[in-house]
């Protein structure tokens, strides 16, 4: 695909205009080009475009590509629907290069896992069906940039800050997790050693300083990059060593999760358990037995000694870590249930399932106090802000959506309605007095009042009786006379 444009500020002495246009193709590198004597002025050094290991899928590269008016750049289209907008920087040397000013994403595909980034959750991590995390700006929604690296299909994130480093965890179909830093946005370390695609991934804690992972090869294997010396200055990937393994299930391993105290960690399974093992030498303490379906997801409460298990049976179930036994059940979901996670220090918790729907439970009362259905297909993925308690939910609708609490502002608009309708009230009762029934009438009707507006035609219709009766006494009054 080419695009060309003639510059006028760089006429030839003939009076002719020079000729410049850019191409774009499969390899997904810009290049620009001089009509005279076809000279490549520039061409990329690497790709912003990232191809696709999936060949049947994805060709990857630029379909097409325009310069864009005004000198505003150039604007690139892949074949996934991404749109690379570039500004031309000239440096001081006086060389120029094309620096990806913005990226919009017209598809998502599914979206598999989501997390936030950094004490502030300024960012939102993206998980899809492709082999890049995709980072989004949550002030505008648009992917900043993309962390490539991966050879399969990312199933699953994690984020911590250590060092001052906000760092990411990705796990993929390729069999390793990836340890990114999102401000050097490379990758710092590579934990290679499962035999099957890894689906679960938890960060430490407390400590900071280890993972674990959990890989469809019925393995958990714990991970540590204490050792590492300065992260902001590694420049190539470092290999590490797993510090302890075990055979944890009998099926695929679907969630893992750290303990607070990063003593315990928790995993679930398609076997229908959830076990629980204890660190760092993974040590088997408990087995949760009780669930008809897979276990999806699995986490430890932020304040009391349990874990709660959300299962494909439809239910989610709190344990006690003191002897395994099921505290509590909860139903209401009409398909598998695929996430929940603990909110408001551990009164409540939010799930997401294969149903699309989103619901927020009070655990002291069993109930389910809100269902939102902003989801039309499974809510794969589920993101809670630690900071701030903002929501993320994602799906196989390619879908994100942001959640914010909104309990404060419910209750302020619930007190000022109150107030407004004690107000009426009140005005409704001096109309009456005032025998003003025409605005008595109407603020009835605005309260919804039936009662009350069968009391005021009532004494409408008893004052304007009375009338008709003092003038027909007073008529006969005065014809007797």
């Known amino acids: 695909m080419n695009q060309s444009r003639t510059l006028p500020e760089t006429q ?176 710092i370390c590579v934990a290679a050693g499962h035999m099957g695609a890894v689906g679960a991934v938890a960060f430490s804690k407390k400590a900071k300083n280890f993972f674990v992972s959990g890989s469809s090869d019925r393995t958990i294997k714990v991970w540590n990059f204490a050792s590492i010396p300065d992260l902001g200055g590694i420049s190539k990937s470092i290999k590490l060593s797993s510090q302890a393994a075990v055979a944890a299930h009998d099926k695929d391993i679907n969630s893992v999760a750290v303990a607070p105290n990063d003593s315990l960690v928790c995993t679930g399974s398609q076997d229908r358990t959830a076990r629980i093992w204890k660190l760092p030498d993974l040590v088997p303490i408990l087995v949760l037995r009780g669930h008809k379906r897979g276990v999806w997801c699995v986490e430890f409460s932020p304040v009391d000694q349990c874990v709660m298990t959300a299962s494909g049976d439809k239910t989610i179930k709190i344990w006690a870590l003191s002897d395994g036994s099921c505290l509590k059940t909860f139903e209401g979901h009409t398909a598998s249930v695929l996430r929940a996670s603990f909110l408001t220090r551990g009164t409540q918790f939010v799930s997401s399932g294969a149903d699309g729907l989103l619901k927020l439970w009070t655990i002291k009362s069993n109930e389910c106090i809100a269902t939102f259905d902003q989801h039309e297909d499974k809510i794969w993925a589920m993101a809670v802000g630690k900071k701030t308690e903002m929501l993320a939910t994602g799906g196989s609708d390619s879908l994100v959506n942001l959640w914010h609490d909104c309990t404060a502002t419910d209750e302020e608009e619930a007190l000022l309605k109150e107030e407004e309708v004690a107000l009426k009230d009140q005005e409704l009762l001096n109309a009456l007095a005032d025998t003003d029934y025409v605005k008595a009438i109407q603020l009835a009707f605005e309260l919804r009042r039936p009662y009350k507006l069968l009391n005021v035609f009532t004494e409408l219709y008893r004052s304007t009786h009375l009338f008709q009766q003092r003038t027909r006494s007073g008529s006969g009054t005065e014809s007797n006379t």
């Open 12 to 187: 030839k002495k003939s009076g002719a205009a020079p000729v410049y246009f850019l191409t774009v193709g499969e390899r997904g590198i810009v290049r620009i080009w001089y009509s005279e004597g076809a000279l490549c002025l520039y061409e990329q050094k690497s790709s912003d475009a990232i191809i696709s290991s999936d060949k049947d899928d994805l060709k990857g590269g630029f379909v097409s590509a325009v310069l864009l008016p005004l000198a505003q750049g150039v604007l690139c289209v892949t074949a996934d629907q991404r749109f690379f907008f570039y500004n031309l920087d000239e440096s001081d040397e006086g060389k120029c290069d094309l620096k990806v000013s913005k990226r919009l994403i017209g598809y998502n595909e599914e979206i598999v896992d989501l997390k936030f980034l950094g004490d502030e959750e300024k960012f939102l991590a993206v998980a899809t069906n492709l082999e890049q995390v995709r980072m989004y700006d949550l002030s505008s929604m648009t992917c900043v940039y993309e962390l490539p690296g991966h050879t399969d299909i990312v199933l699953c994130l994690d984020t911590v800050v250590f060092s001052g480093h906000i760092l990411l965890a990705s796990g993929s179909k390729d069999h390793t997790v990836r340890i990114w830093d999102t401000e050097s946005k490379s990758c």
